[in-house]
């Protein structure tokens, strides 16, 4: 299906479903999720870093590693793929954003209420009484790989844990629930830079495909998804999507 095509399904649907992944964050500059590991931090894998356990034995890696993250996307902007996104929700009847994206760029390119299925870095919350507790001013971006311990919690003493869902750990009830309402009975799901891998998010646009929704997939690359999207629109999301909202 050509890009036309694709831009006047997503015109005529009633309810759209867009589903976001790493990917249309990078072009915004922040590394996707699988390249996140830069640097110092390159001799570990996400998986590895992102848990509990990581941040039981290693609290101020961990906590450095999300700072440094946090930090970085405080100091880059949405690009066009998110504009695109916030424009569409006023060409079309019903729009449900659902992002894995702990940033908040969709925030700031003006979505309103997007799921975060798999959190926030600007969400801290202590990890003993759970109180939530303001992101620290820090001054300026931490050096690469530099461990930083983490801010104890004014409440009870405890240790303050980045907001983010990490493996192993359940996601928050209401937006998995709210995503998987979206999903069973949108007409359209436009799934947008996820390599598809991590559940029980990547369930979503399979969902929808079961339910009967079209899935358009952009992407510059495949991925497991390929197999049940009625079009896969290889590119960056900050060229095609502009191209598919007018
Ligand atoms: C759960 C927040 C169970 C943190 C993230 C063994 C042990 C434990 C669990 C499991 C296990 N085996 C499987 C599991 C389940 C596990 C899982 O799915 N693992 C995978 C790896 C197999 N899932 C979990 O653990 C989940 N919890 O299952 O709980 C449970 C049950 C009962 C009781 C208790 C617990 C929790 C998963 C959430 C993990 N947290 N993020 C943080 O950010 O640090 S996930 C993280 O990876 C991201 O948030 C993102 O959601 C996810 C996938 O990344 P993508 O967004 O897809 O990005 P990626 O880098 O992969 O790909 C980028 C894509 O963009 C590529 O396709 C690329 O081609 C494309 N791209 C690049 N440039 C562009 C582009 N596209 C468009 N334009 C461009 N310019
Ligand atoms: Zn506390």
Request: glycine share 8%; aromatic share 6%; proline share 10%.
């Amino acid at each position: 299906m050509a890009l036309n095509d694709a831009a006047k399904l997503l015109g005529q649907a009633r309810h759209v479903v867009v589903f976001t992944g790493a990917g249309i964050s990078a072009e915004s500059g922040v590394p996707t999720f699988r390249d996140a590991l830069t640097g110092l931090w390159s001799r570990f894998d996400a998986q590895s870093l992102a848990t509990p356990q990581a941040f039981q034995e290693d609290p101020e890696l961990v906590w450095g590693w999300y700072e440094w993250r946090r930090r970085l996307v405080q100091q880059v902007r949405p690009n066009h793929g998110h504009l695109a996104v916030a424009r569409l929700a006023a060409h079309v009847p019903q729009l449900t954003l659902i992002t894995q994206n702990v940033d908040d760029l969709h925030e700031r390119a003006g979505s309103e209420a997007a799921v975060h299925l798999h959190g926030s870095l600007f969400a801290p919350r202590c990890a003993t009484c759970s109180r939530p507790t303001p992101s620290p001013a820090t001054p300026e971006q931490p050096a690469e790989g530099r461990r930083i311990p983490p801010p104890r919690c004014a409440h009870c003493g405890g240790p303050v844990r980045p907001g983010v869902v990490w493996f192993g750990e359940q996601l928050p009830e209401e937006a998995l629930f709210a995503a998987a309402q979206a999903a069973s009975q949108c007409d359209v799901l436009l799934t947008v830079g996820t390599s598809g891998l991590v559940y029980p998010a990547a369930e979503i646009p399979r969902l929808a495909a079961r339910s009967g929704a079209a899935v358009l997939q952009v992407n510059p690359e495949p991925t497991p998804l390929d197999p049940i999207a009625t079009a896969n629109l290889r590119g960056p999301a900050a060229e095609i999507l502009p191209a598919l909202v007018s």
